[in-house]
């Protein structure tokens, strides 16, 4: 039996441990990082010419420039509003103007926006801008990109209130998320590059996906708090309201890959070995990764085939189940067989052909570099339907870049098929030459479609 | 029985048009909506693209990007390309020659048709509107490089596309002076000018003169953000 008294002071000792927790997240949290090391280099009053050239390498490799300017807006002055499960920010200028911009800013007020997500008065930014990943960012990379950002035109155009729901945009909801989901980067306890790569290019490639190019900010689930988990880096995450979904960088069954050079030509280029970026990552490759050099781009490739968990090794599950499948072919009609003889298939087979097969060939198989084939296609086979459903509906490009300067297109298909219609051309398409991945539903379908409707 | 197969696999394979590595194959995004000569869709009209000016193709690509022209799904289509395509796009079906239908037959009134044809070959000048004429050319065709011809276009569309400009859904590059002119209009002068420019033939020569007509005595120049001369 426990007394009153054990349980009052047992009541007592956890609101003191919450009363700590929570000064420790509203006071102390940023205190004690702001007055870390900030490893200051004095940055000359007029910086060199290759410094600005550096910087608006970074500036453009990191995406900078799209996300803060808006659309048909003066580069760099922000305006370009980010959707949020919470509600949504506008990107903020990022000009010299001293009204409205970083005019007044210093250099260390930069660097302490990239390393620690504070503005200059110290108020806590939202991690909507992607602090978490730039946190990384060295001091003297922080200095180029500020030698371009106070390179370019002064515009005074004054930033947008975010629109957030209460209490998310609140500072102290910002501290509380700080605390639960944010470390600024020390580079003391990091693992090295694993055996057998390449560990300049690791430790390059390592610095660009998890840093100035916020990879996984996108390709990871996020809890319901919007919070990032380190065991979950790159896992997959569906991107808010749109809902496209970044494929899982560890999983050789969506994004993961063991193929050094398709991922560089796909970064460069927006094809590599017959994939083709599409949805948000057309734009990330059209306005950011083109312009990666070959160097950094290779970088990344050593550094993303290093995430896959599931390279083919004994043991893989996807193997065992394909060897039980052909294993039992004799006996028992395989998953294909069995979805052929339904109406819906042959009626799926028919769409096909009249919409699909004249791009992507009778037998999905594509057309080299022009058009994706759809055997063996891991965005068509993913467990969430999402990608597949959305370049039904919405059709699309390959982004134009330098090495594929005139992509080829799909139309759209929203207007002229129904749910029901894409559901049964997507579970054709999933089942047929190979493919072996659940047919989807109407349901499925139309969550994609209006995913405001979702419930 | 194997005969019909037979003809059946020949007429899919008569179907399926050969792959070229061509503007036309790259194009069949666009043109799987918009048809060779425009064409209505379930959520409104797909104007034709084949022999407008190229500046205007290319600034339309622009505003729908950029969203001053509000159609999400044009938008989602050209988010991955660069200003080098989107001219490129626009030079290819700015270089299509296709002829045009025939007008859609209507009955409209008399007095109806006339005011149309007032305000487009003079304008009102009591209403400040500008005559048509002064900038898309006497033939109505358009004058290059940016300024489009009025013909051709079914009139739910004209109505879509003045409402657009009243509201504020489309825009052009500031100053945008047909949201000027646009406005006002009243409803009835709107009906006006759709039924009268929709129930006109296309010219046999369809191009868009090479420049403006010389401006009408009492007529003020306009300043178009999307068209400057």
Request: aromatic content about 8%; glycine content about 10%; charged content about 15%.
């Amino acid at each position: 039996m426990v007394s009153g008294r054990t349980l009052r002071t047992l009541a007592l000792a956890l609101l003191g441990a919450l009363t700590c927790a929570l000064l420790w997240a509203l006071w102390g949290f940023d205190a004690y990082y702001r007055h870390g090391p900030v490893n200051s280099a004095e940055l000359a009053p007029k910086p060199s010419r290759a410094q600005v050239e550096r910087g608006q390498y970074l500036a453009r490799v990191g995406n900078c420039v799209f996300c803060h300017t808006a659309p048909a807006g003066e580069i760099l002055a922000g305006g370009r509003p980010i959707q949020t499960p919470f509600g949504s920010v506008v990107t903020s200028n990022l000009t010299p103007d001293p009204e409205h911009g970083l005019g007044r800013w210093t250099p260390d007020d930069f660097w302490q926006a990239l390393h620690l997500g504070l503005g200059q008065d110290g108020r806590r930014l939202s991690p909507a801008f992607p602090y978490t990943s730039y946190s990384r960012l060295t001091r003297a990379d922080a200095d180029a990109l500020w030698a371009y950002l106070q390179s370019v035109p002064a515009v005074s155009r004054p930033n947008a209130a975010a629109d957030m729901v209460w209490p998310f945009g609140t500072q102290t909801a910002l501290g509380l998320w700080r605390a639960m989901y944010f470390r600024p980067y020390q580079n003391s306890n990091e693992s090295s590059a694993p055996a057998g790569a390449d560990a300049v290019a690791w430790t390059r490639g390592r610095y660009l996906v998890e840093g100035l190019g916020h990879c996984q900010e996108c390709h990871s689930p996020r809890d319901a708090l919007g919070g990032l988990r380190d065991t979950s880096r790159g896992a997959g995450g569906v991107l808010p309201g749109l809902p496209w979904y970044a494929p899982s960088l560890r999983d050789m069954a969506q994004a993961g890959t063991a193929d050094a050079q398709a991922v560089q030509s796909f970064l460069q280029t927006g094809v590599g070995a017959g994939r083709f970026a599409a949805g948000p990552m057309a734009e990330v490759v059209l306005h950011g990764t083109q312009h990666l050099n070959d160097q950094d781009a290779q970088g990344m490739s050593v550094y993303l085939q290093s995430l896959v968990r599931n390279k083919a090794v004994p043991g893989d599950t996807q193997a065992i189940i394909a060897i039980e499948a052909s294993s039992n072919a004799n006996t028992r009609p395989t998953p294909k067989q069995m979805s052929s003889l339904t109406p819906a298939h042959l009626q799926g087979e028919e769409m096909y052909k009249q919409h699909c097969a004249d791009c992507h060939g009778e037998n999905g198989q594509g057309r080299e570099g022009v058009y994706p084939a759809l055997a063996d296609n891991r965005a068509l086979m993913m467990d969430k339907p999402n990608n597949a459903v959305l370049s039904v509906l919405h059709g699309g490009f390959a982004p134009s870049t330098q090495g594929n300067p005139k992509p080829f297109g799909m139309p759209p298909f929203m207007l002229e098929l129904s749910n029901a219609q894409i559901a049964q051309v997507l579970s054709y398409s999933r089942s047929a030459w190979g493919n072996q991945a659940a047919p989807i539903s109407e349901l499925q379908v139309q969550a994609v479609r209006d995913p405001q409707q979702r419930r | 029985m194997a005969l019909g197969c037979w003809l059946l696999g020949l007429f899919l394979q008569a179907q399926a048009a050969p792959f070229e590595d061509n503007m036309a194959q790259r194009t069949l995004a666009c043109t799987g909506c918009h048809g060779p000569q425009g064409r209505s869709g379930p959520d409104g009209y797909y104007p034709r693209l084949a022999g407008k000016p190229a500046g205007y193709l290319y600034n339309q690509l622009v505003n729908l990007q950029q969203g001053r022209r509000n159609y999400p799904l044009m938008q989602s289509l050209l988010a991955p390309l660069d200003d080098a395509y989107l001219r490129t796009l626009a030079e290819y079906f700015a270089g299509l020659q296709i002829p045009y239908p025939p007008p859609a037959a209507q009955s409209a009134d008399k007095t109806l048709l006339a005011r149309g044809q007032e305000l487009v070959s003079r304008g009102d000048p009591a209403l400040q509107i500008p005559a048509c004429v002064q900038c898309h050319g006497s033939a109505l065709t358009g004058t290059q490089p940016s300024v489009p011809g009025l013909l051709g276009l079914p009139r739910d569309y004209l109505n879509a596309q003045l409402g657009g400009w009243q509201n504020g859904q489309r825009q052009a590059q500031a100053p945008d002076c047909m949201a000027d002119i646009a406005k006002r209009l009243g409803d009835a002068d709107v009906h006006a000018l759709s039924t009268w420019l929709s129930s006109q033939t296309v010219p046999v020569v369809s191009g868009a003169a090479a420049r403006k007509p010389p401006l009408a005595p009492g007529a003020k120049e306009i300043r178009c953000g999307s068209a400057p001369w």
